[in-house]
Every structure is written in C-alpha cells, then in structure tokens.
C-alpha cells in the first residue's frame, strides 16, 4: 500500500507569507499527486492535479511542484481565504491522502 | 454547473444497514467514474470506492471490502453505497466526488459534494 506523509501537520502564518507544504510517499507515484484544501464543515476542493497542474479557478498564487516520492504545495502570497486545512491525495495506485496540515493564523 | 446532492446518512446501531445516494448533475454522469470518500469526525480523508463510468470496473478499500457496496444507474444520474454490516469506526461525514475520467484507476477527485454524516452507535 501506499502511504502518504505531509509536514508539518499544523503551521502557523500571517497574511502575506509564502507557505510550503510537504508531502511524500513511501514509494514512487509518478507525478500523480493532487492537492485539495478543505474549510471546517466543507467538503474538499481540488486545488492541483498532476503534482503542479492548477485546477480551473485557482489563484495563481497557489503552486505546486515534484515528482517520484516528495511533493511540495507552495502558496507564494497566504490571503486570509487561505485559512484551512490541505491534504496531498495519490491516485497512482488506488487513493491514499496524506493526514492534512492545518494552516492556521498568527 | 456540477452538483453532487448526497442522502441517506443517519443513526444506525453497530452491524445495521444504510444505504446512501447521490444525485448527480451538471455533467454527462455516465462520461465519468464517481467515488466515495469519508471523513470521521475531526480526522482526515479516507477514500472508500471508486467506480468506473460503466460499473464495470469497482474498487473498495480493505476497511469496508465484504461490507460495502458500491453501485450505478446512469439512467437516473445516481450513485449508490449500500452499507452493512455497520461498525462504530464506519461514523463519519461521506463524501460523493466525481473522477476526471472514465477510467476508475487514476481517476481523481475533482468536484465534491457536501456530505451525509453516518453515525454508527448503540
């Protein structure tokens, strides 16, 4: 099975930061990583697919990058609607997410 | 505009029955394999089952195989879980998401829908 690990699991940050999340995997997927954010009470919304392709409507300040096993997702400009929780998600084989890192303020 | 309604969900006692729909719109249903994800309360993601576009194709992870079961009807723009054989660790808010292709396998997640909360409980 695949398994998936991000870091941190919690960051704390200020409007304006460039914020980098890690994500990895215990064995090579390809560039078959996405990316989602999740707000409390909502469902996920796809951000990245294909490790640094951007979904349809996302900010250009969201950003994503790697390959094999490690992955980064990089916000250049953190904006208060960024205040949530992001999960890496593997669909290389079957789906694995990562445990998600809450982004929070500071 | 894509929309996923998601029903069914409720209180079940440990080894009950639920069955949950979702009703799809917006797109061709029938161009696109759908999944199920949960979410146990204040935990991550886990994903569920994925179908392919035709129901040919189903896949279940190991934590539900044998219990739950994954289903279509493109005639009616549906998608269904029938689950039994309930467990405590089965609560949890279920997700309906529509794949990027026809495909199940490396199919990903990219519309959701807003969830029904299952709670397993005596």
């Known amino acids: 099975d695949i398994q998936m690990t991000q870091s941190p699991s919690t960051l704390s940050a200020s409007v304006g930061d460039r914020v980098t999340i890690t994500c990895r995997a215990n064995q090579s997927i390809s560039s078959w990583l996405a990316w989602y954010q999740q707000k409390p009470g909502k469902a996920p919304k796809l951000l990245i697919y294909?490790?640094?392709t951007l979904q349809s409507g996302v900010p250009s300040r969201f950003s994503g990058s790697g390959s094999g096993t490690e992955f980064t997702l990089t916000i250049s400009s953190l904006q208060p609607d960024d205040f949530a929780t992001y999960y890496c998600?593997?669909?290389?084989?079957?789906?694995?997410f990562g445990q998600g890192t809450k982004v929070a303020i500071k | 505009e894509v929309q996923l309604l998601e029903s069914g969900g409720g209180l079940e006692q440990p080894g009950g029955s639920l069955r949950l729909s979702c009703a799809a719109s917006?797109?061709?249903?029938?161009?696109?394999?759908m999944s199920w994800v949960r979410q146990a309360p204040g935990k991550g993601l886990e994903w569920v089952s994925t179908?392919?576009?035709?129901?040919?194709?189903?896949y279940y992870a190991d934590s539900v195989k044998g219990r739950f079961t994954i289903s279509r009807d493109n005639s009616d723009n549906a998608l269904y879980l029938q689950m039994n054989s309930l467990r405590v660790e089965d609560t949890a808010v279920y997700y309906c998401?529509?794949?990027?292709?026809?495909?199940?396998?490396?199919?990903?997640?990219?519309?959701w829908g807003q969830g029904t909360l299952v709670t397993v409980s005596s």
């Open positions: 998600q593997q669909f290389n084989s079957y789906w694995t």
């Open positions: 917006g797109f061709t249903f029938s161009d696109y394999a």
């Open positions: 294909k490790a640094s």
């Open positions: 998401a529509k794949g990027d292709t026809a495909t199940a396998m490396l199919t990903l997640f990219d519309f």
């Open positions: 179908i392919n576009n035709s129901g040919g194709s189903i």
